[in-house]
């Protein structure tokens, strides 16, 4: 039995480094650097592994964030070889003068990922040393002020760029933007306010934008397929523009595959008028989610526009979010209903979320089912205490409307919040 034992752990032992290091590498932390009590020759094998995660697993297992830092800095002062990817994070991790040395130490190791996310105490001040990333391919960073050194070079290797509450100004940002041309995601999440976005991207595939802009513009995105956005605060009165919004937006965005807009970007797009024809971008638009308050028939139109604007338009999500009946809405839906057939051809599946029953909502379904002859389900819910009336009495009444596609199957969800808890 002994022989047996001591040759399975010489068979381990002696896998070629490239194995032992992906072995190693698949570990969490904690477990990598207790295969060093194995045998001798395996004492320092861990320090080789290319990723080290001090994220949110690895400080939540500590009552004081003092220990983690002592035992960061005993895991950087012996490892050796380069470090690809560097993740540092917890909820009890603040800005703190440890964090620049630690990024001193990674400017020597080759990094290309590296996520830094700061949750409590004052914003974090990235350190000069950041910038002479050369290798960086990731860059992940919450809560900090980004601020490069005069003669930063950009990331010319960068393809991935996840800002979270990242403070900047804004010129700086198109500057960063304009010298990273291997871009390909990027994500503004609660970050600066713009009075522009401007994005010149041409290897751009993923945009996400949470937060405050007075105007977008996509001046080169030809490749950019899926746009998340939201817009948190509504659309100065007096910010009216002489073009149209809608068509600035969507200039120049021929890839365009998946759309989501949120919170008051639909009234944004309102701004200026809509155009006679509309913009090309929307040729390949595939999937579609939307915010929908039904506050305005202008906000309305618009939406209504969107979707009839989407030729190969087959998903669409409507999030509502309705407190009373406008009745203007309700004309202006009851007139789109009836007016014309087909003019969402391909459309196949339908979700509508948080959907109270007001009946707004109910004629921009009937509108749906009336617009598409291929449609095949349609799958409306809300919690039961928002619902004006049961969801089986909503479901029959629809099941009534006018429908273009003769197989639509209808689903209704009513959720009890009971059953959540």
């Not at 002592?70 to 490892?79: E, G, K, M």
């Not at 380069?82 to 020597?108: Q, R, V, Y």
């Not at 999030?319 to 003019?343: I, M, T």
């Not at 089986?392 to 209704?412: C, G, H, T």
């Amino acid at each position: 039995m002994k022989s047996a034992r001591r040759s399975d752990v010489d068979t381990i032992s002696n896998l070629p480094c490239n194995v032992v290091d992906e072995i190693l590498g698949c570990l969490p932390l904690k477990d990598a650097v207790k295969t060093s009590i194995l045998s001798k020759d395996w004492r320092y094998k861990w320090v080789t592994r290319q990723e080290l995660d001090f994220g949110y697993n690895f400080f939540g297992s500590f009552a004081h964030d003092q220990e983690a830092k002592t035992i960061i800095y005993q895991v950087l002062l012996i490892y050796k070889g380069p470090i690809l990817k560097f993740k540092l994070g917890g909820f009890n991790l603040k800005s703190c003068p440890d964090i620049d040395h630690w990024i001193l130490f990674l400017s020597k190791k080759n990094i290309q990922e590296f996520t830094l996310h700061i949750w409590s105490g004052n914003i974090y001040h990235l350190p000069s040393h950041l910038f002479t990333f050369q290798q960086l391919r990731r860059l992940e960073i919450h809560k900090c002020l980004f601020y490069p050194p005069s003669g930063f070079k950009g990331f010319e290797k960068l393809i991935n760029l996840d800002f979270d509450r990242v403070t900047f100004v804004p010129s700086i940002f198109r500057n960063l933007i304009s010298k990273c041309p291997l871009l390909e995601r990027l994500r503004l999440l609660w970050c600066t306010d713009f009075d522009t976005l401007e994005i010149v991207a041409p290897n751009l595939k993923f945009f996400e934008f949470r937060g405050k802009s007075k105007s977008f513009c996509f001046k080169n995105a030809p490749v950019l397929s899926k746009v998340i956005l939201s817009l948190n605060s509504p659309v100065l009165a007096d910010a009216s523009p002489v073009c149209s919004n809608f068509m600035k937006f969507f200039h120049c965005m021929p890839s365009l595959r998946e759309l989501d807009i949120r919170g008051w970007l639909l009234e944004y797009l309102t701004k200026g008028g809509l155009p006679e024809n509309p913009p090309t971008a929307l040729n390949n638009v595939k999937t579609l989610k939307t915010d929908m308050s039904f506050r305005n028939v202008e906000e309305v139109s618009v939406a209504v526009y969107l979707i009839t604007s989407c030729p190969k338009l087959q998903q669409l999500t409507i999030r509502c979010s309705v407190d009373n009946d406008v009745e203007p809405v309700v004309h202006f839906l009851r007139a789109q209903s009836f007016s014309g057939g087909g003019v969402v051809k391909l459309l196949q599946r339908v979700h509508m979320s948080t959907f109270s029953g007001l009946e707004m909502e109910m004629e921009f379904v009937r509108f749906i089912l009336a617009s598409a002859p291929l449609l095949k389900q349609i799958f409306i819910w809300n919690y039961s205490c928002f619902l004006l009336r049961p969801g089986r009495q909503l479901m029959n009444e629809i099941k009534q409307y006018r429908r273009a596609s003769p197989d639509v199957e209808f689903k209704f969800e009513e959720v009890d919040v009971d059953d959540l808890v």
